[in-house]
C-alpha cells in the first residue's frame, strides 16, 4: 500500500486551527508551527515538536479538539511518500527513527480514546451512557482513512519501527470498518508483537488475538492489566522521549 489516503499539506494549510482548543486554549500559530516543523529536518525544532505533541495534544492521556485534526496530519506524514522521506533525517543514524516515534504517538492517543478507556471514563467520572464524547470519536473515525500509511511501516527496514507500526495497527483494528484486516495482521500480531521484549505488547498481542478469534495459543499467558497500568505504560513511552533540550533520537 502506498498510504496515499490523507493529503498532509491540504490537512495542514485548510485546517482552520483557529477553532480547536488544545491544553493552553486556542494557539492556532502555536500547533500550526509545530506540526511543520515535523519534516524541517532542524533537529531541535523537531524534538520541540514531538514535545508539544505529547504535553499539548495529549497531556496525561486527555485528547483536545486540536488533536484531532493534528492526529490526521501525523497519520498522512506516515502516509505521505514524499513526507516520508523528510521524517528520515540524515542525523538519526541507528538511534529510535522519528517515523517511529510519530507511530508511537498515534498509538499513545488511539489507546485513550479507545472504546475500552471510554467505558473506564464512563465509570470513573460516572457519566451518563448517552453523554458524548465527540473528540474520540472523531479521532476513532479517522482509522479507515489513515489506516493505509501505518500499513506502509509493517514493513520497514527497522525492526523497531515494525513494531510500533504493528501496535498501531492493533489500535485502529478495533474499528469495524476495518476487521477485514485482522486475518492479515495476525501473522505479524504473532511474530512482531508476541515475541516483543516489551510486556505491554506482548499482553496486547494477546489480547488483540483472542478478540480477533486469530492466531495461535501463546505461551505467554495473558493477564489484562489494570488501567492505570496502560496509563502508565503509555506515560513511561512519553518520558522516554526526553525533553527539547536533550532530542529524544
Request: proline residues 7%.
Amino acid at each position: 500500500m502506498n498510504g496515499d489516503n490523507l493529503n498532509p499539506c491540504e490537512i495542514v494549510n485548510f485546517t482552520d486551527w483557529d477553532n480547536f482548543e488544545n491544553v493552553d486554549g486556542f494557539t492556532f500559530s502555536g500547533t500550526l508551527a509545530k506540526l511543520r516543523d515535523l519534516t524541517s529536518g532542524d533537529f531541535s525544532a523537531i524534538a520541540s515538536s514531538l514535545y508539544y505533541l505529547n504535553n499539548t495534544l495529549l497531556n496525561d492521556g486527555v485528547v483536545y479538539p486540536a488533536t484531532v485534526p493534528a492526529f490526521r496530519y501525523v497519520a498522512a506524514l506516515l502516509g505521505d511518500r514524499p513526507s516520508r522521506a523528510a521524517l528520515a533525517p540524515p542525523w538519526e543514524g541507528g538511534k529510535f527513527p522519528l517515523r517511529g516515534k510519530l507511530l508511537a504517538w498515534l498509538a499513545n492517543v488511539a489507546f485513550y480514546v479507545s472504546v475500552g478507556q471510554e467505558q473506564r471514563i464512563r465509570e470513573w467520572g460516572r457519566f451518563s451512557p448517552t453523554e458524548p464524547f465527540p473528540d474520540f470519536i472523531a479521532i476513532r473515525s479517522i482509522y479507515p482513512e489513515a489506516f493505509s500509511g501505518v500499513a506502509c511501516h509493517l514493513d520497514d527496514s527497522d525492526s523497531r519501527v515494525v513494531e510500533e507500526a504493528v501496535v498501531v495497527a492493533v489500535r485502529f483494528l478495533e474499528s469495524p470498518a476495518l476487521a477485514m484486516h485482522r486475518k492479515r495482521l495476525t501473522p505479524l500480531v504473532e511474530n512482531v508483537l508476541a515475541r516483543s521484549s516489551n510486556k505491554w505488547y506482548r499482553s496486547l498481542a494477546s489480547q488483540a488475538l483472542d478478540a480477533w478469534g486469530q492466531g495461535r495459543m501463546l505461551i505467554e499467558s495473558y493477564a489484562d492489566p489494570l488501567p492505570s497500568e496502560e496509563c502508565e505504560r503509555v506515560r513511561d513511552s512519553q518520558e522516554n522521549w526526553g525533553s527539547a533540550d536533550e532530542p529524544p533520537f
